[in-house]
């Protein structure tokens, strides 16, 4: 029954990886690296697969990307990498994040153990949530030798990782292990604790050189028509449960609609359909020429068999019919289905952290709080809300903070 | 990363790694070379420096390269002599990259028409302090037939210009041989006898690649015309890998160190080279094709092979693999070993089914219902030609059994290997 749920396509073999990977150019100053936010270097790690040194096309992307084996699956390369890449020339681009994945399925088979902790330099951070910004920051910080703690207040770590992003695009086994990875490096993590609740920032920074947090848009938005309703339930709770269960809730409708057109829709409606709900209509604010789901996305919606009606506005909801109201047209549409589902956004909830949030991230660029000791990561600093920003972010935070308790550079 | 000593002594020189460049176009210049060290090359075989009275005078174009499907590149053929640039200039660098590169290795190549030469340029390399000399004695282009290959197939001028350059120079040297001969074997020991240290092969094979046809002329066209000339590249790496082994197996030459030359372009071809004897490892065609950044992989997978097969040296590995080849006479031939098909893996193609009707022995029968191949054991020959054309590596080693009358074990048998398209 949830075996479409459960299985990802597909991946490489050693002969067509290599047929994808001679079908790069191997450009000089290669494009594809300069556009990938967490400097993965797939202009590399082509190359070594090229030349058969698997291994060393697993080294580069470790030790740029802690989430390597994540970002390969998830990424929107068609935004990053992808869109730089010269091959679009000749026919379309290389299919980096395909190759990725086989770089890195490859490093997991031969159990290769390709980060390393630096030496102890007796100093402490505390990272506050376990999302991919927080785990990165932690792998940096480690390599550079510092003690690292890390407070998540779920009872699994990994943030959207393990509590969104559906398994058929994201096995829980694959995040399970990058996360084993940096706990085996000496990530210390701290389950079901949340802070400003049951620990307070003041102890963190009393007992830690420097405080990141990290805590995403960890909560759902909801518009005021549809609160208390018992048909509606928000995306993120929705993919949370199905995940947690591997697929087996009881409570499955014959009909849904959802509401957004962000790829957390996207995921919402195809989860649905690999979970046999026969009618899935997706409703969307933006028209199909201003979307914002990625193309990867949409198209793996609509080839499930999902309904989109693009241009609509929820108007009204009575029960479980729900009015939209066109956008561009005086025209309304009523529908009705057994469960409603709202993705129309996540929002941050940094109670009692003394940080100022404004439209989801801090209202100034960079990492730096008012308090010396405190830094942000991750969605809530600015740049883009995605795994591979999540990664640069933490990347850059553990420069920062490196730079300034041990006043080096660091620049890779 | 992974970090490994990949460092080797060859001819009583060390070289941090065992990848030079060799002497061609890609190291031409003190530019080239230096960015090539920048990049992490362990040494230069600089472009060949001739006599002063040796005009060098090239074609253009100089270039042609065989495909073969998709691939491009797969051998390369050159119309090209030796270095273009001034002897004043070439010494001048020479000295220069010994300055400014103290830990990386700089190699003369020299070629010289007659003893005078030869003694002179020895002279002249070791003035400007290049570490070691090789001899060119194998360029199969040369518009004198006073030099190159047409010297390098003759024992007695080999073993007289060898001494020549000795009585110049006391630095290490190697003779660089042509495989454009039967046996390298007498123009080896005659270079050896004449003073060399050891041998650098190969230089590239006497080609024509390909005809335009309807200009009736090979290529590359140099004004209508064409020549004879100089394969290079992947395609030649089994003629390289096949003079390496017999040297190193001839009487007399065991143990001869060996710089390795012939379509180096990976990891696993610079291993091959290693495990048959190579020492010192050197590249062009790659290096044209793709640049000097292709040695961060073979240095870094070469490091992950020692890691794999337990070795901190690679002196560990030199010439490791040369007691199994044997002369086919002395071949096991008293079993066969038949195909195994997987039928998951098969995806119906019907290749194993056209290749061993046509090019072996209608041994594999075709159901074309379910699209699936069976073997027939009764006219399987064991040849495996349907495993290296299957597109999935659904075809694999399986059952062994003796020859009739034939005595011995034949689960014994050691016929695995992984391909290296499939592992
Ligand atoms: C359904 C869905 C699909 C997505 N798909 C993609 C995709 O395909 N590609 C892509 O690149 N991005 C995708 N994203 C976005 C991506 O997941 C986020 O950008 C990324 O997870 C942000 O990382 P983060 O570490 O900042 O935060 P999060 O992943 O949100 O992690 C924050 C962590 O902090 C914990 N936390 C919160 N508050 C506290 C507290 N007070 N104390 C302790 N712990 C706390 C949370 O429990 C959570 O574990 C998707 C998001 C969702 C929701
Ligand atoms: C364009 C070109 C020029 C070359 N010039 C020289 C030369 O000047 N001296 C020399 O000893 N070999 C010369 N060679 C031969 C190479 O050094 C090398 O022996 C041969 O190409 C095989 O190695 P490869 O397959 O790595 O190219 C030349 C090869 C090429 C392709
Ligand atoms: S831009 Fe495309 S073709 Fe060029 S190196 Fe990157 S992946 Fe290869
Ligand atoms: S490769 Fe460079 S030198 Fe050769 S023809 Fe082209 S531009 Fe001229
Ligand atoms: S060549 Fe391989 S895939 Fe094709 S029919 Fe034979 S066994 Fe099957």
Redesign the interface.
Known sequence: MTKNYETEAPGY???TV?EEA?RCL?C?DAPCSQMCPAHTDPGKFI??VR???L??AA?TVR?NNAMGAICARVCPTEKYCELACSRTGIDKPIDIGGIQRFVTDFEQQSEMDILKKGEANGKSIAIVGSGPAGLQTATTMLERGYAVDIYEKSEKAGGYLTYGIPEYRLPADIVDYEIKRIINLGAKIHYNVTIGKDMMMDELKANNDAVIVAVGASEAKVLPMFEGNQYVESAVDFLARVKEANGNIKDLPTSAIVIGGGDVAMDVATTLKRLNVEHVTDVTYEQFDEFRASKKELEGTQRVGVTIVDGYVPDSIEGNAVTFKARNMDSKLTIKAEKVILAIGQQVNADNLGINIEHGVVPYAGYKTDDPKVFVTGDIAQGDQTVVWAVRKGKEVADLIDSELMGVQNND | MIKKDLSVDFLGVHFENPFLLSSSPVDNCYEMCAKAFDEGWGGVVFKTIGPKHFVVDEVSPRFDELTKEGTPFVGFKNMEQIAEHSLEENLHDLKQLKENYPNKIVIASIMGTNEQDWEELAQLVTEAKADMIEMNLSCPQMTSHEMGSDVGTNPELVKKYCAAVKRGSDLPMMAKMTPNITDMIPAAKASLAGGAEGIATINTVKSISNIDLDKRVALPIVNGKSSISGFSGKAVKPIALRFIQQLRVAAGLEQLPISGIGGIETWQDAAEFILLGATTLQVTTSVMQYGYRIVEDMKNGLMHYMEDQGVDHLSELIGSANKNIVPAEDLDRDYKVYPKIDWDKCIGCGRCYVSCFDGAHQAITWDPKTRRPSVDTSKCVGCHLCNLVCPVGAITTGEKVMKPGRKGNAEDKQVESVRLTHF
């Open positions: 073999t050693m002969t290599m001679a191997l000089h190359r070594s030349f058969r040194n291994k060393g080294e030790e």
